[in-house]
Nanobody, 120 residues
Framework: QVQLVESGGGLVQAGESLTLSCEAS????????MRWYRRVQGKERELVAA???????RYLDSVKDRFTISGDNAKNTVYLQMNDLAPDDAGVYYC??????????????WGQGTQVTVSS
């Protein structure tokens, strides 16, 4: 079993920063992909940032140059540094990883979600 625990959400003012963390634990052999999604009020869940094998990254257009995804494989942790936050960034953020477990399977796992609120 793999568990993800997110932290770092909260209430900030527009223009401020937050760093989200997502630590994975359990029978992990390796993590092959790390992503952050968010669900903004009134919208479908959207992919915000992705970190793939080899260190390549992908970002939602609206967060490019403001958000940075990074991972620490030694700690099985993925981060999302969010700078210059805007009210439109408010929502629930979910981490998502693809991990190979000791059973030899690669599966997707989700965090519980962390609330980000941005006041104008």
């Amino acid at each position: 079993q793999v568990q993800l625990v997110e932290s770092g959400g909260g209430l900030v003012q527009a223009g401020e920063s937050l760093t989200l963390s997502c630590e994975a634990s359990g029978s992990i052999v390796s993590i092959t992909g790390m992503r952050w999604y968010r669900r903004v009020q009134g919208k479908e869940r959207e992919l915000v940032a992705a970190l793939v094998s080899g260190g390549d990254t992908r970002y939602l257009d609206s967060v490019k140059d403001r958000f940075t995804i990074s991972g620490d494989n030694a700690k099985n942790t993925v981060y999302l540094q969010m700078n210059d936050l805007a009210p439109d960034d408010a929502g629930v953020y979910y981490c998502n990883i693809f991990a190979e477990t000791t059973r030899g399977h690669v599966s997707a796992y989700w965090g519980q979600g962390t609330q980000v609120t941005v006041s104008s």
